[in-house]
């Protein structure tokens, strides 16, 4: 009797353990964790935003953020090859993709243009590729700000890419 009813108890606990329900609050937390482990918050500096860096980009290394309080520009670096810029302002995006347009050294071609922002490439004027980046504007509690890549370094279109992933993911802490 003893036996059965021990066969009986452990017959439960591999069913409960091993049921679908059992499973997902486990793989739930291990996709919050990573998300956790990949987003960075800006509230210290004064900028109720935060973002999300795919894992492609968190496997590069710790993301490092600078303030410069003069201009009030934040910079997000990581592994010193993939940084862009955050600031308040209120420019219209389509006057930056103007101001873009009427450069008198490198021309360029805007690609996955949206409302609030494009992938875009420079040229030389030999016509060779400079360079790939990124421009978002967004809104956050009647706030404007722009995010773009570093204009000072040199991303191919996947690199360019996967910045913008995370400029994308940019939103309000909640």
């Not at 109720?48 to 590069?60: C, G, N, S």
């Not at 290394?61 to 600031?87: C, K, P, Q, R």
């Not at 700000?145 to 996947?158: E, G, M, P, Q, R």
């Amino acid at each position: 009797m003893k036996v059965s009813s021990l066969f009986f108890f452990v017959g439960i606990f591999v069913l409960t353990a091993c049921s679908p329900t059992a499973m997902e609050p486990e793989q739930q937390s291990d996709s919050a964790l990573l998300e956790s482990q990949n987003r960075i918050e800006f509230v210290e500096f004064g900028y109720p935003i935060q973002a999300v860096m795919p894992a492609d980009l968190a496997d590069k290394g710790t993301a490092v953020v600078d303030f410069n309080s003069s201009s009030g520009e934040l910079t997000v670096n990581v592994d010193g090859g993939y940084t862009f810029h955050i600031m308040e302002d209120p420019t219209p995006l389509a006057q930056l993709r103007d101001d873009l347009r009427n450069d008198e050294v490198f021309s360029y071609t805007f690609y996955e243009e949206g409302d609030d922002g494009f992938l875009y490439e420079s040229a030389l004027p030999t016509g060779e590729t400079y360079s790939f980046h990124v421009m978002r504007s967004f809104d956050i509690d009647g706030r404007k700000f722009i995010a773009v890549t570093d204009d000072n370094l040199v991303y191919s279109k996947y690199e360019a890419r996967l910045v913008s992933e995370t400029i994308n993911s940019l939103s309000k802490v909640q």
